[in-house]
């Protein structure tokens, strides 16, 4: 059940890196919603690797199918399939590394859990199972803008030690994080990011990074106290995502170094409700939205698999030394950008079904 | 259903922090295991409040009764209920409050979501909640350490800006942390913090900061690819703890700044298995435990409750003055040492049972 | 995990049968619903044993208490806790059966299970768990009543081979059916099936039954296809009580006899929606309420706890006479009559809020 | 979340009878087990329309491919992707009905539920649906075969009111079940029932039935006290079938009329071990596995799509004659087989994992 996400909301991802097909079956999607497959394939796009001369180099070209649920460009409320087939399966480029377990790859754990591992790549630890992730989340964005105009937008705000300027978090847009192949809106900070990867990738190194991302319209009272309190369910959406180390909420790190007197939020009355005159809280109270711009942060390690030689050893405990090969992306935070937004819009949409039973109650009884 | 938390070993925590009871009901932890009261007493002793003068003065005594799925010290695998009841009731205290939500409380997002909040005090935001979930942890500690000889330990590491020096995640023990109030095993540091924390109270102020948490002998294998990786879990469990903001494992947020030739953990062959060498995964690669020690960092806001009048408005809008009321924690973190040990327990007990119905299949058809 | 059941309105029990305490945590319940003590303890007389002379001269005298979840008579929208103290242990009266495995009775298949049992009695597979479901059923009512006015009503439809005559299902109630202390609205049967009863106790035997439920004005829209089908709910959660063998919706194992074009309930318009002019559908279709009255059938077995000597073998294999000893009920239909209610209110609470977070989605938005 | 059912073995269907395709998720499968393709296709082969002139004419030739989960055979611990391409998409068969909600059909509920529905055939209410569950079964079934030697056997006990004689459930085989198109293993009575679906054909009727499911080589100790009883979770995936109206486990309703002195199933020592010498409780007791073959039947009603004009009314409510179109089955029973068998694999296979994970804590350890 663990390839599985959500309650009402429900996505299960499928596909190893180097199968047939990845993909994704999601489950509770009310009927009626517009989903048009050009939306789905430009989050895909904005996710796969090629796209510029800093990612890896394989040409994934994936082309999303929706193979059920959908009919005339609307949701049946059935489950909705979506499909992408592994067109470049290189099985080959990785069979030098089968007796040794890459480090910091999933290849021991793997082998420790399963007894197995997929023949080739990183089987469901690879970055390529966040495909399905990516078109579920298209889905779930279009149940929050149809019902509550909800903006998701992240962007990059770090790469390794270099961080972007502020960055308004009310105004940002995916059009201006676009703007360059790194994904940080501050374009001064961009070209420093580009060219730290671009060196990492000379030197076949890596770099890591972290993204901040912004939920802008998210209707208050979401978030379920208390072990599906919304940042909770936010930390295990981007926790799962991989290559991630860590996730904060608001303030986060450096709101445990405040003081109590300065960190509350205070109430103000404007645009006809209570809001927030600051949002140390990150739209976030006691588990539950509060109306204000949702924002949290998530780190990135740098991607494992590296152009250089390392010294390590095989499965059966002797010293090897273990060549580089296969390819590899130097930076992924700015793929990952798409991937945190569709787990986030995944987590509001369900959550959102959660919150609406409530509500929603007094509008049944058809029957009578 | 957002009560409960975990898969197979399932808790569901219940209680107002101004109601008759707390408690909780554990389901599917296995028969035949030791649970003695005094053990989880002696957790609930380290969460109450009064333990010193750092924290707040009311005194809730707690005492833990154990209403079923225990039969002569042992647990028959049916469901543990775990009661302690609210002696110390003080509704009184928090009437002067009802019409103005308290600046970053959950009054006002509870007022949203559920139409209505309890009468007094924080509800099920309050941290008393906490109680059932360092009951039910006794309960999943007890089965790590009779299965794999596991070593729960956290401790304080950050108040305000205050940071304690290294601490050896390998050796540091419950015994060594509540040396001091405080919970840091860094005595100097120590020192530091509890002065900060009394001028904190003094003047009606709050501080944050921040718990690491290191567990020691987790069986590798542990963790379910993919939304059930251990670092997901672990971080939906840390951020489901009240006034936490942030979460990260191993390397964290700094691991983000770092180079993969630098970050990569290489294998050694040492005590008969495959080690790393380094361990900035913190002990989980591709989201499955690998037997190295876990350990994750969890950030704690200022506690929202102060000494201070405060400018806010009522549910209203009205520009109100809010003036200090009812008692106040001006530090949260010492006391959330336990809470944060109960639920990494109760987060790896349940991956443990998970990754069990694997090796235990074989162990089956006692019928034929 | 599975001591509880459901998905948004979601109750958990607990207790053994001569523990401390048997109860139910309801987690899920909206907020702002009445609920009164008396109600629950009304359910709960109707369960308890004692009631009659046709049932076991235990007497239960169940009082409960409300731990969590209730201020000032109405639901907080938090889990809610009803706990009934086993006043009445008598752990003494099962000892002489420890070595030996009563035939029909769970001790074989616990002690395989968990490789060990409760002391006395029949621990959780006792009819006395059901406790904790009666009470939490009220609850589900009290949802279905304010919403929809739904009405549920069980009576006893057999005892042995003496079947009552036909019961209009649209105008049965709890009042007509508590006339008889069999719960068989049909007064001659009634006096039958008392008579058999009656004879069964004197000769130290028991008897079988089946129990019909009517379900009125449910809201049409219930029901999750595929695998949350209504009538698959309803069977899961009626083959979970004790001693049941059987579920049969609407037209049930007779339907199976007969040909479409008699069994299809065609389409009428009437009060100004569409009715069906039959119902052996049951009031489901597609698994789907349709606004029909819902009707089922629920088998019971006769008690396995007689008062006759029986010849089996011991743990050890050993044959043996089985003494009869303990107190025993000679048939569980009437008193299963309130137990059939509160599962079936159970479901259809927790599908109405299921169905209702489609609904409601448009009324969400308050933040902005 | 209604699509998908088990625990730690978990299927997810997907799929509209005349979409792009049907298929299966199934998430949980243990690494290691063998799986063919032409075992999983050999079962769909039993399954599926046009085998014998007792079914539809509808020619599906379901060819089924995995897409992901299964390396050289073998499964590799990942969710594994069933997927049935639907060649014989005919929509327009279906057009003239789209105004008038079938009798007996979920046209209706669909409609009121989701506020749309599938614009041809009966989307997931079809028997289509059920692709996804047969293949699925497959690979559930190999792994009780690996670990136990279970063997799942169904037959066709009863079509109309035609019963077959008594049945050898310790013998009955597949092959042997399969030889009459019937699968009725009483070939006199096979005999009987063929004439009498022949009959309903060509008169535009159609006739329900009774299948009988036996389960040999079951463990011990499956089902998990108190809702998820392993006949309460079998119940809830019969029902769930489509056309499914009841359900029986052991005796069943027979047993409702029994005295508990004829019903109790003493206990003998055989074959090294407790055996029951009767057996009325169907291989279960306190809802947990004994060792004894579980048996059961499940009731179908008579499918709803006729050949015969039926007076109903449209969606308006306005009087209509629905004149008879699309193809039809006379009677789902025979083709039922296969599906009654694969959900009581997916039942057993999960809860033998979940009782797996009980005994199998004592085996992890691998990091120590």
Same mark, same amino acid.
């Given at each position: ?53 800093? %990612? #890896?180099?394989?040409? @994934? ?5 929706? !193979? ?7 949701? !049946?409320? %059935? /489950?909705? #399939? ?9 099985? *080959? ?9 890459? /480090? ?45 105009? %909800? ?18 978090? @009310? ?37 890591? *990074? ?13 978030? &379920? ?5 919304? @940042? ?49 809280? +990150?739209?976030?109270? +006691? ?15 740098? /991607? ?17 030394? !273990? &060549? ?26 369900? !959550? ?7 509500? *929603?109650?007094?509008?049944?009884? *058809?029957?009578?």
């Amino acid at each position: 059940m663990f390839s599985s996400f959500g309650t009402l909301f429900r996505v299960t991802t499928f596909g190893e890196s180097h199968g047939r097909a990845v993909g994704a079956v999601v489950d509770g999607c009310p009927a009626g919603l517009d989903l048009r497959l050009e939306d789905i394939q430009a989050q895909l796009d904005r996710r796969r690797p090629g796209q510029s001369d800093l %990612t #890896t180099s394989r040409q @994934e070209g994936d082309r999303v199918a929706i !193979l059920s649920g959908v009919e005339k460009g609307r949701t !049946l409320g %059935t /489950p909705i #399939t979506l499909v992408v087939q592994n067109l470049n399966q290189r099985p *080959g480029d990785y069979s030098g590394l089968r007796a040794i377990p890459r /480090p910091s790859h999933a290849d021991y754990t793997y082998q420790l859990k399963y007894g197995t591992r997929a023949a080739s790549g990183g089987g469901r630890a690879s970055a390529r199972e966040t495909v399905g992730r990516v078109a579920a989340g298209v889905v779930a964005e279009q149940l929050l803008k149809k019902f509550f105009s %909800t903006a998701i937008v992240a962007w990059v705000e770090k790469v390794g030690p270099i961080k972007a300027g502020e960055i308004d978090r @009310e105004q940002v847009s995916r059009s201006l994080v676009d703007r360059n192949p790194v994904r940080c809106p501050d374009e001064k900070a961009a070209a420093q990011m580009a060219a730290l990867i671009g060196k990492a990738k000379e030197s076949g190194d890596s770099v890591g *990074g972290v993204i901040t991302c912004a939920c802008r319209n998210v209707p208050a009272g979401l978030g &379920e106290p208390v072990f599906g309190k919304l @940042e909770a369910i936010l930390a295990q959406a981007m926790l799962s995502i991989p290559a991630s180390k860590g996730f904060e909420i608001g303030s986060g790190f450096a709101g445990a170094a405040m003081n109590g007197s300065d960190h509350n939020d205070p109430f103000v009355f404007r645009d006809g409700r209570l809001r927030t005159l600051t949002n140390f809280s +990150g739209g976030i109270q +006691g588990g539950i939205s509060n109306g204000e711009t949702i924002y949290f942060r998530v780190a990135f390690k740098p /991607p494992a698999t590296i152009g250089k030689a390392q010294e390590t050893v095989d499965f059966e405990g002797r010293p090897v030394v !273990l &060549e580089p090969g296969g390819r590899h992306d130097p930076c992924v935070v700015p793929r990952a950008v798409p991937i945190v937004e569709a787990m986030a819009s995944l987590v509001l949409a369900d !959550l959102a079904l959660v919150q609406a039973a409530r509500s *929603g109650l007094a509008g049944l009884g *058809g029957g009578q």
